[in-house]
């Protein structure tokens, strides 16, 4: 079965400072997808990337970047000055696919992020 | 404005009752889901629904039941059967189950305290 690893519970940092968010992953599968999403305060998950298997190139998005790193089963997540905005759950996510053949999505525990200002 | 709405925001039940939390989405998503989360867990798949009529299990189903009448609702609910029903649960849609190319949008939430 996927599995999805978080193994920071919690991380507080000072803003302004560099934060990184690991995940690690095991698949079965030659072909998956793996997704970060936040969660703030309010509750609502939002989107923050999809990324496919077959494509290592880290991306990187404004203050946010990833490192996908298929050898060590690894999609780790950056966000460099950090800003006490960016305070939240944010959870790593395997795409899996169903007996039906439908696809659903494998969580991880999450990491609680506090940013200080 | 098109989203996910999810009320109420908190509930409360005594145990032994029924309850039913309301999902209504206007993106003309043809999926939805039924996720629940408990503190410093990640999210686990209650139901999932891909089109109109249609649902299934999913990791953790039993105790909940849900419908799909309508495209654009998917209410869920949490039978006394639920063994520890306190939670925050989340409601999601996408518009298919292909979620590889197609991301899930999700609710706000509804926190359930049975009492």
């Known amino acids: ?117 | 404005d098109g989203g996910i709405t999810q009320s109420p925001k908190y509930l409360f039940r005594k145990e032994g009752q029924n309850v039913t939390l309301s999902c209504e989405q206007n993106l003309n998503h043809d999926a939805m889901y039924w996720y629940r989360q408990d503190p410093g867990q990640g999210l686990r798949l209650i139901y999932y629904s891909q089109i109109v009529n249609d649902f299934q299990k999913g990791d953790i189903a039993e105790g909940y039941s849900v419908s799909r009448e309508k495209k654009e609702s998917f209410p869920l609910t949490v039978t006394s059967a639920q063994k520890n029903p306190t939670a925050f649960y989340l409601c999601a849609s996408s518009i298919s189950v292909e979620l590889r190319v197609n991301e899930q949008f999700f609710g706000p939430g509804t926190r359930l305290t049975v009492l």
Not at chain 1, 4 to 10: L, N, R, Y
């Open chain 1, 1 to 117: 079965a996927q599995k999805v690893t978080q193994a920071q519970t919690e991380i507080s940092v000072v803003e302004k400072e560099d934060v990184t968010l690991d995940c690690v992953y095991e698949t079965r599968d030659t072909t998956y997808y793996l997704f970060w999403y936040k969660q703030p305060p309010s509750g609502e998950l939002v989107f923050l990337i999809r990324r496919n298997s077959f494509d290592e190139q880290n991306e990187i998005s404004g203050r946010y970047s990833w490192n996908f790193q298929k050898s060590t089963s690894s999609f780790n997540f950056t966000i460099t000055a950090s800003q006490v905005v960016d305070s939240a759950v944010y959870f790593c996510a395997l795409s899996e696919l169903t007996q039906g053949g439908s696809e659903k999505l494998v969580f991880g525990k999450g990491t609680k992020l506090t940013v200080n200002p």
